[in-house]
């Protein structure tokens, strides 16, 4: 995609490499936040310890530290003491980090309560670690939001413009400005690869405004939907009836239509249950990949891998990895050809490894690529069809489904809506637990999902 960025009206546009190089710097000083948290917690209570304990600290002290600081870690993301707001006001930073802070306090002082070892406890060294700690954290909170807002100023978030036949505000200074006319963008729900150019753009931000004409908002919203980021519709009009879900751009009324359904806390916990649950079950069933994809080669002439291109996260295709399990000359690309039960394409070692899922395993690549995650809506191909009608056609909120990465299992799955889409109604009850799924995410249903599919990697509808 050539450059896009324009400048209208005379105002300046970025390229989308200086947004993506702000958006990285966002996370780069989110986990210098996390750092500066833990390295005070330790120096605070390293203090406490040798104020009444002159000398080297022992293993037993060290090991409780660390405890205390990872239950920290856990309760400050938990309470949003992360976000970005917290790298940009001191009130707010601050604030987060006395109740993370007293959340910790209260977990240690309920495990010492519940231990009954109250008369070890060292009180000076803890009333002086506490004060320590409070002191360093609220300290380099306020010097690392001092620095962004120097650096940065308020706005470290990065937003984009897209002009389609609206009106631009007149001061929009500080926003990237896109002519979709100009840049060939379209709202387009039936062209998938329209859908991928504008994911791929809109990766680099943290929100987008559309200027559209009233036609072509309904559209606009849609589209937004299934992006991933938070979306806004200008609709001047609507400001004196001030309903709630309204932002500002520049003074004019935007209609908030979208919102990534995770934030940074949430999307770094789904991320970190997927990294420590695939790496040891790839080395667990490597054996078994390999001696799949030597019964492969074996069985039929071909690749091993079968690639195919899907719809994931934010509207972006990418390609799929599966082992091969139909002849290479009757492959089905496009995937507008569901498989049936008795399908004289697929092989015999295809036939096997599909009723077992087996056929799946090669997926856990996409999920350490972060492409795919563990769990979320299975990504279809592209020409997936319900009977004879394209998924997205049978209903337009086949879209938003794409707001989170897809999975290799997820609630469709182990409520048993796999298989052959013959009826539209195949598709909608997928969508409908895809939907439920992400309007209600949380970690624990994640694990629940997983601890499900065990029981349906042999299903009646798997073939």
């Known amino acids: 995609m050539s450059k896009i960025d324009l400048a209208i009206h005379g105002f300046p546009s970025r390229t989308p490499f200086a947004s993506a190089a702000r958006r990285s710097a966002k996370v780069w000083l989110c986990l210098a936040l996390i750092g500066a948290d833990a390295l005070a917690l330790l120096v605070g209570f390293a203090i406490g310890v040798r104020v009444e304990q002159p000398g080297t600290l022992s293993g037993d002290v060290l090991t409780s530290l660390v405890g205390v600081i990872l239950v920290h870690a856990g309760i400050s993301f938990q309470n949003q ?3 970005t707001k917290c790298l940009t006001s001191s ?12 959340g910790t306090l209260l977990i240690f002082l309920l495990v010492v309560f519940s231990l009954k070892v109250t008369g070890r406890l060292p009180r000076l060294a803890l009333s002086v670690g506490i004060v320590s700690s409070v002191v360093l954290i609220l300290s380099q909170r306020l010097l690392i939001c001092h620095l962004v807002r120097r650096a940065y100023g308020n706005r470290l978030h990065t937003e984009l413009v897209i002009v389609d036949g609206g009106n631009v505000p007149d001061a929009c200074l500080g926003s990237d400005i896109v002519d ?49 980021i938070q979306g806004e519709i200008i609709v001047p009009e609507i400001g004196e009836l001030g309903p709630l879900a309204v932002h500002q751009l520049s003074g004019t009324t ?35 990949m390999v001696a799949v994809a030597i019964a492969i080669r074996l069985d039929s002439p071909g690749p091993i891998f079968f690639r195919q291109e899907r719809m994931g996260r934010g509207n972006r295709i990418f390609p799929i990895l599966k082992f091969r399990s139909m002849r ?136």
Not at 91 to 102: D, E, P, Y
Not at 198 to 223: F, M, N, T
Not at 256 to 264: D, F, I, K, T
Not at 272 to 282: E, F, K, N, R, W
């Open 91 to 102: 009130l707010v930073s601050s604030r987060q980090a006395l109740l993370s802070i007293a």
């Open 81 to 83: 003491a992360y976000a």
């Open 180 to 228: 979709a006319g100009v840049a060939a963008l379209r709202s387009d729900l039936d062209d998938p690869y329209m859908l991928n150019r504008l994911g791929i753009l809109l990766r680099h931000y943290d929100r987008v405004v559309i200027s559209c004409a009233p036609e072509r908002k309904v559209e606009w919203a849609q589209v937004l939907k299934g992006a991933n």
């Open 328 to 463: 290479v000359e009757s492959s089905d690309s496009s995937g507008t050809q569901s498989a049936s039960r008795d399908d004289d394409r697929i092989t015999r070692v295809g036939r096997l490894i599909r009723r077992t899922s087996i056929d799946e395993l090669p997926q856990l690549i996409n999920v350490l690529l972060g492409e795919m995650s563990l769990v979320g809506p299975r990504p279809h191909a592209l020409g997936s069809l319900a009977g004879d009608e394209l998924f997205w056609r049978v209903d337009r909120q086949y879209w938003h489904r794409h707001a989170l990465k897809p999975g290799i299992t997820g609630l469709a799955q182990v409520r048993g809506f796999r298989g052959a889409t013959e009826h539209r109604r195949d598709i909608v009850n997928r969508l409908e637990a895809d939907l439920e799924y992400l309007q209600g995410w949380s970690l624990l249903r994640d694990i629940g999902i997983l601890a499900k599919t065990a029981q349906v990697l042999v299903h009646k509808n798997a073939y």
């Open 254 to 288: 935007t209609v908030v239509v979208s919102r990534g359904p995770l934030n940074l806390a949430n999307r770094a916990k789904k991320r970190a249950l997927d990294i420590a649950l695939t790496v040891p079950v790839l080395i667990l069933l490597l054996p078994l």
